[in-house]
């Protein structure tokens, strides 16, 4: 009889971490589906992001002329870029929202 505690026991102490996180994926599903829908809905409301490419396409038009010498990446919601106009270095801030 205490073999078959000992082994009923267990098997619910097994058991029990995965009823729980079933609980709690079962919880979730109703909602909106997580992070994933919300950013899109996001982007939804400020429009469509711009690709990089597409943002040095619209820098080097803007610099005249200027050798591009480099990207500074995304910060805080635009693309940077960096040009050299005859030792004259300048930066050209892009919008990432396309507007």
Known sequence: MTRALAITLAFLVAAAP???ASAQDRGNRGDDRGPRQEQS???G???RQ?????AQSIAQSRARGARFVGSR???GGSYVFV???NGRIFQISVS???N
């Not at 711009?50 to 597409?54: K, L, N, R, T, V």
């Open 83 to 85: 040009f050299d106009d």
């Open 45 to 47: 409301r400020e429009g």
């Open 41 to 43: 809905r996001d982007q």
């Open 73 to 75: 990446g995304l910060q």
């Open 18 to 20: 995965f009823s729980a």
């Open 96 to 98: 990432a929202s396309g």
């Open 50 to 54: 711009i690709s990089e490419a597409q």
